[in-house]
């Protein structure tokens, strides 16, 4: 029987919410991490890097990540249901190397958002001791909100930077959108990670941690507010209420649409708190801020290093928080003359979950938009509205078949996270298998797996028997 997963408790939930990482071990005697590290080695030597196929190369690590520590602290951050995400790497740091800049990762070939709220997390594995000298992955603690920093030269950068160490097994758990770098090597001994990316299916309903039920611990941090709504979020996106009642001050409003990133994100927090009276002048900002900002949305730098991942509008971020009153307005603008401004409405409408039932109709109707953009984010938000959203089932089916692999693989995604009700989308997941893009193809068949009905079984097993990988043959054990 498999071990009972350790949750996390509300200190480590505070620590990732403020930090953006948490350290776990995966406490394996030592032959374990030993076995994984040696083949690693054999395979880059004989077979370099094998990317993607890192797992089904050394299966032996998925024993890492169904730890119960690992699996606890995943549960805790992403409920139960998460799901790996096909995207991993191994990324070897040599003796000698001088490390990278900072950065942020791109969310893998897709065109999501970046926001507060955690849906994806990194857990990078060290199957070795590694210490400051083996050139650790380095972390920016508190910055995972920031677009942002000092410098991206580590030379020049003036925010605090923190080494990732500790003994073989260490699995480090971070935010997607955290700053991060492998640092300089200057030991001899060489230092495997393996990144591995984990993505949450459903919205929070209750706290999936060891929740002693209190509220936020409230520091004396500028991003309290941030971070208090980012814990009410995970432990079930508890009504907001009135709200305070008072009208936002001239300068918040200012702050809030004109603002620097990380202003206009205080602002925004401050604002919805004052409650549904803000609402016009949170919808006139989203137009603006939406329009605005379209042109700019494949704009390279280090907190958008491919481009397509910049910030959420910090004015939608207040329109969810504010949640169901604002269901109304952004159905309205759903409508919108301007490609970002549909974008950004049906983005916000995601970003509250069930809440945003109301939409779907106006959401389904955007599956068929001239923008990709648009249609990508409309098939997105109605995944995150999960099963309430089953009456867009026909259109999303439709869009299986789109022709941008976005808009493919959040149709994909959307009907596993919708479950059950999609199963007429059977036989088009089963020709999606074959999908051109390899992460349409994953998420085709996390949506036969979700829908559990033994004809979906079946065409999964199917499919998964003649795709069969076997870890033991290679070019010198070939039968």
């Known amino acids: 029987m498999a071990a009972k997963p350790q949750l996390l408790n509300d200190a480590q939930m505070a620590q990732f919410i403020r930090e953006g990482y948490l350290n776990v071990q995966a406490d394996f005697p030592v032959p374990l991490n030993q076995e994984i590290y040696q083949r690693i080695e054999a395979v880059f030597e004989k077979e370099k890097n094998p990317g993607n196929n890192i797992l089904p190369r050394i299966p032996q690590i998925q024993h890492v990540y169904d730890h119960p520590a690992v699996l606890g602290a995943l549960i805790s951050l992403l409920g139960p249901d998460y799901v790996m995400n096909p995207h991993r790497h191994c990324h070897l740091n040599p003796p000698g190397s001088k490390g990278q800049n900072w950065h942020k990762d791109n969310y893998v070939f897709d065109e999501i958002l970046r926001q507060p709220r955690p849906r994806w997390v990194f857990a990078f594995y060290y199957p070795q001791e590694v210490t400051p000298d083996m050139g650790p992955t380095g972390t920016l603690p508190g910055r995972h909100y920031h677009h942002h920093i000092s410098s991206d030269n580590p030379a020049l950068t ?259 996270k919708i479950g059950q009700p999609a199963e007429a989308a059977i036989p088009l997941l089963l020709e999606t298998l074959e999908d051109e893009d390899r992460y349409v193809r994953y998420f085709a068949g996390v949506a036969l797996r979700r829908l559990a009905t033994p004809e979906s079984q079946r065409v999964l097993l199917d499919a998964l028997f003649a795709a069969r990988w076997c870890p033991v043959t290679n070019p010198e054990n070939m039968y």
């Open 158 to 416: 003036t925010e605090t930077e923190l080494g990732l160490c500790g003994p073989a097994g260490t699995v480090a758990i971070v935010h997607y959108d955290a700053w991060h770098r492998a640092t300089a090597n200057s030991s001899e001994r060489k230092r495997y990670m393996l990144k591995f990316v984990f993505e949450r299916l459903s919205e929070p309903q209750t706290a999936a941690w060891d929740h002693g039920g209190g509220s936020w611990p409230a520091g004396a941090g500028e991003l309290e507010g941030i971070h208090a709504e980012v814990w009410n979020w995970l432990r079930g996106g508890l009504p907001l209420g009135a709200g305070s009642g008072r009208v936002p001050s001239p300068a918040l409003l200012d702050q809030l649409r004109e603002g620097e990133q990380l202003e206009r994100l205080r602002a925004a927090y401050q604002v919805a708190a004052c409650g549904e009276a803000v609402l016009p002048a949170l919808v006139q900002a989203l137009e603006a801020e939406a329009a605005a900002g379209a042109e700019h949305l494949w704009d390279k730098m280090p907190g958008n290093p491919r481009g397509s991942n910049p910030p959420a509008c910090a004015t939608g971020l207040a329109l969810a928080v504010l949640g169901q009153p604002a269901v109304a307005p952004l159905r309205g603008l759903l409508e919108h003359a301007h490609w970002g401004v549909r974008a950004m409405a049906a983005d916000t409408l995601g970003n509250m979950g069930a809440a945003a039932q109301a939409a779907v109709p106006g959401l389904a109707r955007l599956l068929a938009d001239d923008h990709p953009r648009v249609r990508r984010h409309a098939a997105e938000a109605l995944g995150r509205v999960g099963p309430a959203a089953a009456p867009a089932l026909p259109a999303l089916i439709d869009h299986i078949r789109d022709p941008d692999l976005r808009v493919r693989h959040n149709a994909c995604l959307a009907l596993a």
